[in-house]
């Protein structure tokens, strides 16, 4: 009685506790959480009016932050950073990160009986978790700047799956090939910039327009610029139509338009003409990796594309470097970086990068065959044929012919190549093109990551198929990266000579690049040397450093020659609102005597990115303004998606999740769409219409092949099953792929089997029944628990059996009764339960056949 009593005190004391915590002001329910680059999920909060409270540990845990410990009346652990230690105190109503205190207000703080919730402006004023709020459909968006666990996973696991996808590692259960529509229309890009200035500075416009589909089974491509201050000219157009089939041998890519020509030859204007290859779009195993390092803006984001899949990305440093090491691919490897502002906007073009070595699988041929007409005023004839065969998985050699009618010297150029991997980790390379140049490349990788690579070329003395005169043109790289505890650093240096007829010209690079928690910086020294001529140095130095929303950015470039400076530049750059940046910088240059000002605004909308921005030099002022963006449409479920980057080349998937009432594996009129389904595949965006239920995932790649898993743990009613889970998507280039996603009505059939024996009836485990439809063909068994009970779910519509299994009451002796029960399952939403399926058996002295 006592203990009883004890109980009763305490339920009641929580019970008074939680009422005192918990003002009837605010109503408890559940909203769904969007945290943009991973999903959403739906979680508890606590509504005040239009103010929302989200529970701490939830938040924390659903982003993969380290809690350390957690309850009702405080919560502690780290946020990323191991260093950057948080205590949320609800006694003393008072936040700690990062050693300094955040007083809060009264009411700020809520506890409940499970769960500690905060006031949803600190998540974004304390820890830079933006929380945005929508009482109308009760969601909550999460943006943030920062690197967070849950990305870092995410995008790490998206290139685990894809690097097994170049080792040839895929398993599905369902195969969702390519189309080849007639004519379909899918894609649309655009692009306007104006400017104009003062003291009669002439004004400025620039309009682009893509247009992107598929005409007669073939991509195609459309690029249309104009410009207000040049006339109309055809070599700033674009065309180019493109069909694939992987399942062809002897030629699997055709092209037409203006192509790419790779050729040797000096070419300054676009080629007009057909490309045949039989080199496939899939990928091929990796067999090692090579070193790629360049610059880019500073603090912007590269993406590495490895023949259209992304590998890995990485941050440039203050100075704009950025350094990849590369999986090489057998056959050809086709390079693409992508390029992203400081704060994950998309803000530029695309790079495609020639790696020296081209490896094929032994006793494999590839072949690249392509004619045209430069677009220059000479209408220059041009022709290549190219091919590479793997004599075994070491080596490679190749050969070709290229042809251009203005080259002077001799208008036609046969080259051989090869490929040689000496050991696991020496590559080497050499190529001669006739009366033109040689060259050799070799390159040595340590699994420590240092890397030397060594490139010569010789040129032909009188050639003119290469728009210089050098004699010789020599390249050393040694680069290598240096880690530490709490720090990263890279260097390399570079040094290049090149000869000419009557001098020698001599460049040396050594840049260095650290960084070191919040700050991130580099040194970049260039020295020139000319013969006959005084030595040039000089080096840039660069540093930058966030703080939350702000972004620093100082750079300078200092002459050791002269003793002086040459330039410096301050930039700061604030994140304000939710998608807007604020961009402020000075420029100086001391040799030009020009000093620019800027101050520029971007806001990123869903769909378009904009620009204003002003601009003083010296005297001179300009006023500049942009807009970009796109979208993705499909004729056939009015599906139109609008987009703030690129469109063209890219395609989507349309998934249509149905009700499969009368599973013909087809949807019918009458079957409704279902809500609910979860999915997850290594690519793309995804976005879900609450409207018509359907899921949309844009940004993915031409010809990739892409795993999409599907999930039913979302869906409303257990009955309700995924025949099939695990789909392979071929990607059409601008084409939106509608997949309808069966969603099947299980019925479900439970009973028990008693064992009559000596006058007592019992459950009896183990036994195991069969089903069978109406053609008495066995479709599934089950087995009963210990207590007699059994039960199977997945059951379509129509009429069915049940029976022990013979076998089993055979070498048992037993006998059932009945020893068959029918039953019928009816076409529902629901999903129809039978529960009266009842067996008894006996034992049996002497051996008698069951009963029918």
């Not at 609800?90 to 809520?110: C, E, H, S, T």
């Amino acid at each position: 009685m006592a203990n009883m009593i004890l109980m009763t005190g305490l339920c009641m004391f929580n019970v008074q506790i939680s009422q005192a915590q918990i003002d009837p002001e605010y109503e408890e329910l559940s909203i769904f959480l969007k945290v943009q680059r991973v999903g959403a999920a739906e979680i508890p909060a606590l509504i005040k009016g239009e103010t929302a409270y989200l529970p701490v540990i939830n938040i924390f845990t659903f982003l993969k932050l380290n809690i350390i410990s957690g309850n009702p009346d405080s919560v502690s652990g780290t946020f990323i950073d191991p260093e950057a230690k948080f205590f949320i105190d609800l006694a003393k109503n008072k936040i700690i990160y990062r050693d300094k205190v955040y007083p809060l207000k009264d009411g700020d703080l809520i506890r409940t009986a499970t769960e500690l919730y905060l006031r949803t402006d600190y998540f974004g004023e304390i820890f830079g978790l933006n929380c945005t709020f929508n009482f109308r459909n009760l969601s909550v968006v999460l943006s943030t700047d920062l690197e967070l666990p849950v990305l870092r996973e995410l995008r790490l696991e998206q290139m685990r799956n894809n690097l097994s996808r170049l080792k040839g590692e895929f398993k599905a259960d369902t195969i969702i090939g390519r189309n080849y529509p007639l004519f379909y229309f899918g894609a649309a890009d655009y692009a306007v910039i104006t400017s104009a200035g003062n003291k009669n500075t002439p004004k400025d416009a620039r309009v682009s327009l893509g247009l992107g589909g598929m005409l007669a089974g073939g991509e195609t491509n459309v690029v249309l610029n104009y410009h207000n201050n040049e006339k109309l000219n055809p070599r700033q157009q674009y065309y180019l139509w493109r069909y694939v089939d992987n399942n062809r041998s002897f030629a699997k890519q055709f092209l037409a338009g203006k192509i790419q020509g790779r050729s040797i030859a000096s070419i300054y204007a676009p080629i007009i003409g057909i490309q045949v290859t039989n080199a496939a779009t899939t990928y091929r195993r990796s067999f090692g990796t090579y070193t790629l390092s360049n610059n880019t803006e500073p603090n912007w984001t590269v993406e590495l594309y490895v023949n259209g899949v992304l590998i890995n990305y990485v941050k440039a440093d203050a100075s704009g470097f950025y350094t990849f090491n590369v999986p090489l691919v057998y056959g050809n490897t086709v390079i693409k970086l992508r390029f992203y502002g400081p704060y994950g906007e998309e803000r530029s073009t695309e790079q495609n990068i020639n790696i020296p070595f081209n490896f094929l699988p032994k006793n494999e041929f590839e072949y690249f065959a392509s004619t045209g007409m430069v677009e220059d005023t000479k209408r220059t004839r041009f022709a290549r044929f190219s091919s590479n065969y793997g004599i075994s998985r070491n080596v490679t050699v190749g050969g070709g012919i290229e042809y251009l009618s203005s080259i002077t010297s001799g208008t036609k150029i046969p080259f051989i190549n090869t490929s040689v991997r000496l050991l696991p980790n020496l590559l080497a390379s050499g190529e001669y093109d006739h009366n033109v140049r040689s060259k050799a490349v070799l390159s040595y990788n340590l699994p420590s990551g240092l890397q030397l690579e060594l490139n010569s070329t010789w040129y032909k003395k009188g050639q003119t198929a290469i728009n210089n005169t050098f004699e010789e043109d020599r390249k050393a790289i040694l680069s290598f990266p240096i880690r530490g505890r709490s720090f990263s650093a890279y260097t390399r240096l570079t040094f290049q000579q090149i000869l000419l007829p009557n001098t020698k010209y001599t460049t040396a690079e050594w840049m260095l690049s650290a960084s070191l928690g919040n700050y991130n910086g580099s040194v970049s020294t260039y020295s020139y040397f000319l013969k006959g001529t005084n030595a040039d140095v000089f080096s840039n130095f660069s540093l930058s450093t966030r703080l939350k929303t702000l972004l620093i950015t100082q750079q300078a470039q200092f002459n050791y020659v002269d003793k002086s400076f040459m330039a410096i530049k301050t930039e700061i750059e604030k994140r304000v609102f939710k998608n807007g940046y604020i961009n402020a910088s000075y420029e100086r240059n001391f040799n030009s005597d020009v000093n620019n000002i800027e101050l520029s605004l971007r806001y990123d909308f869903s769909f378009a990115l904009t620009r204003l921005s002003v601009r003083k030099s010296n005297d001179e002022v300009r006023l500049l303004q942009a807009v970009s963006g796109s979208l993705i449409h499909d004729g056939k479920t009015g599906f139109t998606n609008f987009n703030n980057h690129s469109s063209i080349g890219q395609g989507a998937i349309l998934l249509i999740p149905y009700l499969d009432l009368n599973g013909n594996n087809r949807q019918d009129k009458t079957e409704p769409r279902v809500q609910g389904l979860k999915i997850r595949i290594n690519g793309g965006r995804i976005s879900q219409s609450i409207r018509d239920t359907t899921i949309r995932i844009t940004d993915l790649e031409a010809y990739t092949n892409y795993n999409l898993e599907l999930d039913s743990s979302g869906f409303d009613r257990l009955a309700w099953k995924l025949p099939k889970k695990n789909y392979n998507v071929v990607i059409d280039p601008n084409y939106v792929k509608n997949i309808a996603i069966p969603v099947v009505v299980y019925g479900e059939a439970s009973g028990r089997v008693i064992l009559k024996e000596q006058g007592e009836d019992k459950g009896q485990g183990g036994v195991t029944i069969n089903f069978y439809n109406e053609r008495f063909v066995k479709i599934a068994q089950t087995v009963s628990e210990a207590d007699g009970y059994f039960s199977y779910l997945g059951f379509f519509p129509g009429k069915y059996s049940a029976k022990i299994d013979q076998g089993q009451l055979e070498k048992l002796n037993l006998i059932a009764t009945p020893g068959s029960i029918g039953f019928t399952i009816l076409r529902s939403v629901d999903g129809t339960l039978v529960n009266n399926l009842l067996f008894n058996i006996t034992q049996s002295t002497t051996y008698e056949r069951a009963p029918k």
